[in-house]
């Protein structure tokens, strides 16, 4: 590098660099806050759903399926499982009640969760509301 | 080794070796069971597997991080650590609550494990990495609170240097990020938001700090370049790894319902990203051809050019690869972001904590460098785990190309589990790939036991180059 450009330029730029960048961030953020309620679907957010939630965290679901695309790539997206089943909270349901608990012999196999009625409305719920999240047209078809 | 308290990395980094070994045997598991589907079902389900497989990492490379601060910051702060007593406790309790949390993985259902924990006061669970069960983070917070306390104490007190400061500042960042782990909306855009506060501000943030401070330490001391020089490209590193890593997070705000200008800001901010990774390759590379004197380790100064390398290739240009929106509209949750989240862990993370773990453990043994015959099995250990990462990277890559075409691109889009299935032979290759890094993590533990004939105690200047 050449002498020209000295150690406290190389500082200045990292000081007044990551400051803007940071303020930037920030206000970023605030307008995302203010623009969410027109994509997040937040308007859907009923206790049914919120309990969904919280049994998709506490069974830690994101450990093998995906959820917009984050989470672990072993099991299908659940973003768009909704639409994916037909818009049906009930078929989500089956499925998740028709788990073999042994498995599938040299197969993947979701467990056997033995959730009741009222743990698979929620879930299903929480999966209808992600559904309607405007995701830009994510993902590209309904295979997710 | 100058300073006496500069032996307690010794327990931090013996810790994380052998915290990497179990990441990597869950690793060769987690892959098993991509190809065998009821392996070890319902024992050890994939979910299990995976979350001990990243939680691990997570845990080993903080304790390598913790390890490199106390070898380094003595040196550069020119006196002792403010507290080795401290530095103790603190070892055994992150250990003791880290073994706690990965057994219980393992020996309880995690809704079970949910349930004793009190998730439902403060519900933080079940959420990628941040599996923890709320108590452990709080267990996290506090160790890394009371660790940054005994480093910002030693640093504030001592001389201060570029590279202890920038430390410092990475450290911090770390503590004050990971507090956004107990923020978990009701609106799952709002905890997809601040979720991301932790996991992309650590490592394409706060981490690149700390990556940055460690490999001009080495640096430093393996080539013996003058401080100005080395500190001048360490600022300029940080610069470029905040100025696009910071509204790069974008690039994670594509598609989980974040309004539509995140697509412009996450796509020319994270295409930038790769500049710092770049910057460190040749900063690696410049440093070690302007050296002024021969270090005998060279396996130290192998580990610091592989960082500069691999990180480029792992974080930088796999990250690229997919981190356009356009592109990212196809590639996002497939095996694309696999390939890429495995080589610029290793590259960046694991490389640089075995970098200085390299260059510290024989001065903390008491010699300079290890034997050759030593470093010799030390380097042949560089080559196989980085060449099977890169293997296990292109052949999950490749996974992931006939994955985005099957599922997504084609006209008659395949469903997931009959796509999964026709990936098999990418995911077999990956799996004895993921086998020989095993092997190379072992010949890299044998390293540390072979003997040989001891070197010089000191380094030999060189003369000096020629000046340009």
Request: hydrophobic content about 50%.
């Amino acid at each position: 590098m050449k002498e020209a450009f000295t150690k406290s330029m190389a500082r200045n730029i990292y000081y007044g660099g990551s400051l803007f960048f940071v303020l930037l961030f920030l206000g970023l953020t605030m307008d995302t806050h203010r623009k969410l309620p027109k994509t997040d679907n937040s308007g859907a957010i009923t206790e049914q759903v919120s309990h969904g939630k919280r049994l998709w965290e506490e069974n830690n679901c994101i450990g093998c399926h995906t959820l917009l695309g984050e989470g672990a790539y072993f099991a299908p997206e659940l973003g768009n499982v909704y639409s994916r089943y037909g818009n049906s909270t009930e078929a989500i349901k089956a499925f998740i009640k028709s788990r073999p608990p042994g498995g599938i012999p040299g197969r993947r196999s979701m467990p056997q969760f033995n959730f009741t009625e009222e743990e698979l409305d929620a879930i299903a719920e929480f999966l209808k509301y992600t559904d309607g999240i405007d995701t830009q047209d994510w993902p590209p078809n309904i295979q997710g | 080794m100058k300073y006496q308290s500069q032996a307690v990395a010794k327990l931090y980094f013996i810790a994380a070796i052998g915290l990497f070994v179990g990441q990597i045997l869950f690793g060769v598991i987690l892959g098993l069971q991509y190809v065998i589907g009821d392996f070890l079902f319902p024992t050890i389900p994939f979910n299990v597997a995976r979350m001990v497989h990243t939680n691990l990492l997570i845990v080993w490379l903080l304790f390598g991080f913790m390890g490199a601060s106390y070898y380094l910051v003595p040196e550069e702060s020119q006196r002792e650590i403010h507290s080795v007593k401290l530095a103790k406790w603190l070892f055994w309790i992150f250990l003791g609550a880290g073994a706690l949390i990965i057994l219980s993985y393992l020996l309880i259902p995690y809704a079970r494990l949910a349930e004793l924990t009190g998730n439902s006061f403060l519900p933080t669970m079940g959420r990628e990495f941040l599996e923890q069960p709320t108590i452990g983070k709080i267990g996290i917070a506090v160790v890394c609170t009371g660790f940054l306390y005994n480093i910002a104490v030693t640093v504030l007190s001592g001389r201060k240097t570029v590279i202890n400061m920038v430390l410092l500042t990475g450290l911090l960042g770390l503590v004050v990020l990971w507090l956004f782990s107990f923020v978990n909306p009701e609106n799952l855009v709002l905890d997809k938001y601040y979720w991301w506060w932790v996991v992309h501000l650590w490592v394409e943030g706060v981490w690149e700090l700390i990556l940055g401070s460690l490999l001009a330490f080495v640096l430093i001391k393996t080539t013996g370049v003058d401080r100005e020089v080395i500190e001048k490209w360490l600022y300029l590193i940080i610069a470029m790894a905040l100025i696009t890593g910071i509204i790069g997070t974008g690039h994670h705000y594509f598609w989980i319902g974040t309004p539509h200008y995140w697509l412009w800001f996450g796509s020319v901010f994270s295409a930038l990203e790769p500049i710092p990774f770049f910057m460190m390759t040749l900063f690696a590379f410049n440093m070690v051809n302007k050296r002024r004197r021969d270090h005998p380790n060279k396996a130290a100064t192998l580990w610091a050019l592989g960082t500069g390398v691999m990180a480029f290739l792992g974080a930088g240009v796999w990250g690229f690869l997919h981190t356009l929106a356009p592109v990212n509209y196809y590639t996002h949750g497939t095996q694309i972001t696999a390939a890429h989240g495995h080589m610029a862990f290793y590259g960046a993370y694991v490389m640089v904590v075995l970098c200085i773990i390299s260059y510290a453990m024989p001065k903390m043994r008491g010699r300079v460098a290890n034997s050759n015959k030593a470093q010799v099995v030390e380097m042949w250990s560089f080559w196989m785990m980085t060449v099977s990462m890169v293997f296990i990277t292109l052949f999950l890559t490749a996974a992931g190309i006939l994955q985005v075409y099957l599922q997504r691109m084609s006209d008659a889009p395949l469903p997931f589990m009959v796509v999964q299935e026709k990936m098999e032979f990418f995911y077999w290759m990956r799996e004895v790939a993921g086998v020989v890094f095993l092997i190379g993590l072992i010949v890299y533990l044998v390293s540390f036991f072979v003997k040989g004939e001891e070197l010089p105690a000191v380094a030999t200047e060189m003369k000096a180059p020629a000046v340009d």
